[in-house]
């Protein structure tokens, strides 16, 4: 396996809730072979409040949490990313930046949870949901040999992790 270490960049557009957990869990699972951020097309004022709870009660770090714009990994001082994933069909379906590097780049689309509306426990459910599907898409992509593959089949495996999982 390599020592070499990722950029992961995740892509939603409102960069409140689902991005910014699958950025905290890469930067948890990864284990220092991955460096996870995350990005809206047109970011919220502040990542979701259910979002930060739910990532609490499960033990991630959430003082570097927030919703941030995609325009701040498009610029020459902006980390080389290796992988971008956009997690929203609206984020999929804009005008992305030019990303330093040409990255990798799959859509793994998951509904939004911040769009759901009810009890608080259906909502706690829905953002619950989010994070399993995420956590099983990371776990897929972690365990892929990145060094091993050829760029074809790798980007054919990140879009099967998407429509798959």
Known sequence: MSDRNYQVLFVCTGNSARSIIAEAI????GRGRFQ?????????????AQ??????QLKYPTDQARSKDWQEFAGPASPQLDFVFTLCDSAASEVCPVWPGQPMTAHWGIPDPS???????RIRAAFFDTYRILDRRLSIFT?????GL???TLQQRLR??????
């Open 26 to 29: 890469l930067n948890r699972m």
């Open 36 to 48: 996870a951020y995350s990005a809206g097309s047109t970011p919220k004022a502040e990542v979701h």
């Open 51 to 56: 979002t930060l709870a739910l990532l609490r």
């Open 115 to 121: 769009a759901v509306t009810g009890t608080d426990a």
């Open 143 to 147: 365990n892929l040999r990145l060094d």
């Open 150 to 152: 050829e760029r074809l």
């Open 160 to 165: 099967d992790i998407g429509d798959n999982t």
